[in-house]
């Protein structure tokens, strides 16, 4: 049986606009417009699209905080808003910006409340915990106030929270907004990890590509209230066209393009600081970084080079582009 | 109420025994607890401001009676009593659900979500993360200001009479935290309800301290009928020491603290979870 069942899903919001100086007009924002998708147990699905495409108010319907307009939802095979209660705890949730913990307390005191809240003994959830602070490296900073945590740390905290009692999905919004790159990575091994061992199925909205690469193998993309794409992520990059931008830094000066030899497909973009700094796209598909590494400095020495992979947005732009086209 | 066994149980002594109502409740009410008592010189502060506040409105109250001798009909140890029932029912009110208060902040920064995806009603989550200990300064000082008052005013005791002052703060502080409940659901209609809603809070209090006497006829109506301030302190006074009361509050209202307590929180309760649903969209 699907964790997640959204057939025919939509909402609409009523606001009110001003229409003249002072009277105001109502107005029916169609934040998501019938959209139908499944998720099987174990799967690890990206829930992607721009800001105000529709995610929150998904995710929203998904747990229970929003009822639909139309359609209907089953998550864990509970209706979510009737069954909010009962649902609660089969699903863990994150939101990347707010915090379940209890905020001027150790980090540790939080999760004996949310043991009792789930109805869990102490010889249920303490063991479930210390399994948790194991794998998260949460032990050093155990006994700190949460509102001292670095939101790296905090994050930790609060997926570690998220999963206490063995939620058998786990929904997570925004999870590695504003963390460095070692806390991401320890998120996502975690994360990985969790669903490998346990089965936990995953649902994560984000605006990290590298989020989806390490975690999902499919992704769903939302644009205006409307699923644009539902499949994996490598036919995503297909269908929208990515590429990827290698900046180099050169030795010398180099003052036109022309002078810098690049292999078939590779795109020079730019130039800047005075012909130090040049830009080139190419598709990953049909050219490695290496080759277009090797074909530049066959003409010039590079001092130094970054890498730039498509950003979702981008991605999602193209994709949308494309399909309207 | 409290098994022997669920206690031991919260005391963390049978890691395999179930987790009750009580030792949940004990965790929650606890961990608030901890969360103020982190910051110690605020915490402290908040208590001497909070016995300032009472004292302050005492002194106010005091100025008027010395000054007219006589306020609604009342003397000066009469109208204490009526400041101390009120103040203690308030006290206890504003310490179980006063953050409903700021209930447009909670729904504004999201927290409302948090509160929605745990197994928990909102409501008790509401009353437990918000138990603010700093205003057990309020409670203090309103128990001294009530004792020193049935001290002092000349009562006929009866069993009658002992029964009403017993039941008395406790109805009242129903009524108080009924009428938090009812502004915290309000704010989810107005959002800027909070300024709105501290007129039947706080404007309640103010109007339950003093003896309805003093109030505009119409207004004795209100807050004794619709808004059943007077209920909280003044009716009940009136029976407990023997006076008759104003033409908008008979003496036989002191009896109706309680059903009015009933009857409002009922009321209030549906119009907080009618508030819920209609923050998930669910009615209305």
């Known amino acids: ?325 | 109420m409290a098994s022997p066994r669920a206690l031991r149980s919260g005391a963390g002594r049978d890691p395999h025994a179930p987790v009750t109502n009580l030792v949940l409740l004990k965790l929650l009410v606890s961990a608030r607890l901890r969360s103020q008592l982190a910051y110690r010189g605020s915490f402290l502060s908040d208590v001497a401001g909070q016995i300032l506040l009472g004292l302050t409105e005492f002194v106010e109250l005091y100025a008027i009676v010395h000054n007219v001798s006589s306020f609604g009909g009342m003397t000066f140890a009469q109208t204490l009593l009526v400041f101390g029932l009120a103040s203690v029912a308030f006290a206890l009110g504003d310490l179980l659900l006063g953050e409903t208060d700021s209930m447009s902040e909670t729904i504004r920064s999201g927290k409302l979500e948090v509160l929605l995806v745990r197994p928990l009603p909102v409501l008790l989550q509401l009353a437990t993360s918000d138990f603010q200990l700093r205003r057990v300064g309020r409670l203090i000082f309103a128990l001294a200001a009530l004792a020193a008052a049935l001290l002092f005013a000349d009562i006929a005791w009866d069993p009658a009479k002992v029964v009403l002052a017993l039941i008395t703060p406790l109805a009242g502080a129903a009524i108080f935290c009924a009428l938090f409940l009812g502004a915290g659901a309000m704010q989810f209609w107005i959002l800027d309800g909070r300024q709105f809603a501290n007129a039947f809070t706080y404007g309640g209090r103010y109007v339950a301290s003093m003896p309805g006497a003093a109030l505009f006829f119409p207004i004795q109506i209100f807050f004794t009928f619709v808004i059943p301030a007077t209920l909280v302190a003044y009716a009940p006074s009136l029976v407990i020491l023997g006076l008759d009361g104003p033409a908008g509050i008979p003496a036989w209202t002191g009896w109706l603290g309680l059903p009015a307590a009933v009857v409002l929180s009922g009321l209030m309760l549906l119009l907080w979870r009618a508030a819920i649903k209609k923050y998930t969209g669910a009615g209305g």
């Not at chain 1, 649902?203 to 205006?224: A, E, G, Y």
């Not at chain 1, 929208?240 to 931008?245: I, K, L």
Request: proline share 6%; net charge negative.
């Open chain 1, 1 to 325: 049986m699907p964790i997640i069942e959204v057939e025919e899903l939509s909402r609409e919001f009523q606001v009110m606009e001003p229409a003249g100086r002072f009277r105001r007009r109502k107005k029916t924002v169609h934040a998501v417009r019938g959209i139908d998708f499944i998720v099987e147990p174990g799967e690890a699905v990206g829930y992607i699209g721009a800001n105000g495409a529709g995610k929150s108010t998904t995710i929203k319907m998904l747990t229970g905080v929003l009822v639909p307009s139309s359609g209907r939802v089953s998550v864990c095979g509970f209706n979510p808003v009737p069954q909010r209660k009962a649902l609660a705890r089969k699903i863990g949730v994150v939101f990347g910006q707010r915090s379940q913990l209890w905020w001027d307390l150790p980090l540790q005191d939080s999760y004996p409340i949310l043991g009792a809240m789930h109805r869990m003994p102490e010889a249920d959830w303490k063991p479930r915990f210390q399994e948790l602070a194991g794998q998260m490296d949460l032990g050093e900073f155990l006994t700190t106030p949460v509102r001292q945590l670095s939101l790296g740390q905090r994050m930790r905290g609060e997926v570690a929270a998220a999963l206490l009692h063995r939620p058998e999905l786990i929904i997570l919004d925004e999870p590695t907004i504003g963390l460095d790159m070692i806390s991401k990575e320890k998120l996502r091994q975690f994360l990985d990890a969790e669903r490998r061992e346990n089965g936990t199925t995953l649902l994560l909205t984000t605006h990290d590509m590298s989020d989806i690469q390490r975690l999902c193998q499919r992704v769903l993309v939302v644009d205006d209230g409307a699923i644009a794409y539902d499949g994996p992520l490598t036919g995503l990059a297909d269908v929208a066209g990515a590429v990827r931008t290698m900046v180099v830094d050169l030795a010398a000066p180099v003052h036109s393009a022309d002078l810098l030899s690049l292999p078939d497909g590779a795109v020079h973009q730019g130039i800047e600081a005075e012909g130090i700094r040049h830009s080139v796209s190419f598709d990953p598909r049909k050219l490695s970084a290496a080759t277009v590494l090797a074909a530049i400095s066959s003409t010039a020495e590079v001092a130094d080079l970054s890498l730039h992979e498509p950003d979702i947005e981008h991605l999602v732009r193209q994709l949308y582009g494309s399909a309207r086209l």
